[in-house]
């Protein structure tokens, strides 16, 4: 059994939205924390350690992924389809993936745990994202778009997590490209909160070198963290 906070599931409200980026950014703010990364269900990958959002990790990271662990190591369940789990292969063993998640948190403080794609996202016929996390006992961080379309999705996804009663640690808005203008980020960060009660930490724009990221997007995860100061 995990203790609650002990696990960060990151979300998303949305394919492609920025999670593994966030993802990065989190292992970089844990530096010097017992902490480490998965991603227990990787889909539209055929190597690991070429293609997969782990080996993304691993070339970014300063000292590549923490504990010596390989891309590989943290992929549970491969498939090479670009799909939902569901369809993406043979059948995902849900209890199998859980066990992953925990072997885990038996050996390390804090495990940051990317999902695929958002909460709804089925793994097996009977099971999605979120039954995954609540199953862990996870706290959710989503990872949302800064423009146009982020404020109906994100809160939709605040919905679902809080309809199941899961922990939530609000969301974080990515802008890759700084496409959004400042105002427009800033009128859908207040309305998601306004709507939500939710917690929206800030906005992740451009990041030039992902090897060297901004301090300011650090200290913003920082916040987020606050419940694993302990």
Do not use: W
């Not at 105002?183 to 451009?206: C, K, L, Q, W």
């Amino acid at each position: 059994m995990t203790r609650p906070g002990k696990i960060i599931f990151i979300t998303g409200t949305d394919t492609d939205v920025g999670k593994t980026v966030l993802s990065l950014l989190i292992m970089r703010a844990l530096a010097g924390r017992d902490a480490v990364y998965l991603k227990p269900v990787q889909t539209g990958c055929t190597d690991p350690d070429a293609d997969s959002d782990p080996a993304f990790l691993h070339r970014h990271l300063p000292e590549g992924l923490p504990g010596g662990m390989s891309p590989a190591d943290c992929i549970h369940s491969l498939r090479p389809l670009p799909k939902a789990p569901l369809f993406a292969g043979e059948p995902v063993d849900f209890e199998a993936l859980q066990r992953f998640i925990e072997g885990r948190t038996a050996c390390h403080d804090i495990v940051v745990v990317e999902g695929a794609g958002g909460v709804l996202v089925p793994v097996t016929a009977q099971k999605n994202m979120l039954d995954l996390a609540i199953a862990c006992r996870a706290a959710i961080l989503v990872a949302a778009r800064a423009g146009l379309g982020t404020i109906n999705h994100t809160l939709l996804t605040f919905e679902a997590i809080a309809a199941r009663g899961a922990e939530c640690l609000g969301a974080i808005l990515l802008d890759p490209t700084d496409a959004v203008p400042g105002p427009d980020r800033t009128e859908n960060i207040t309305a998601i909160e306004s709507f939500s009660g939710r917690r929206v930490h800030g906005v992740i724009g451009r990041i030039d070198d992902l090897r060297h990221p901004d301090p300011h997007h650090l200290a913003l995860l920082g916040n987020v963290l606050v419940p694993f100061a302990n």
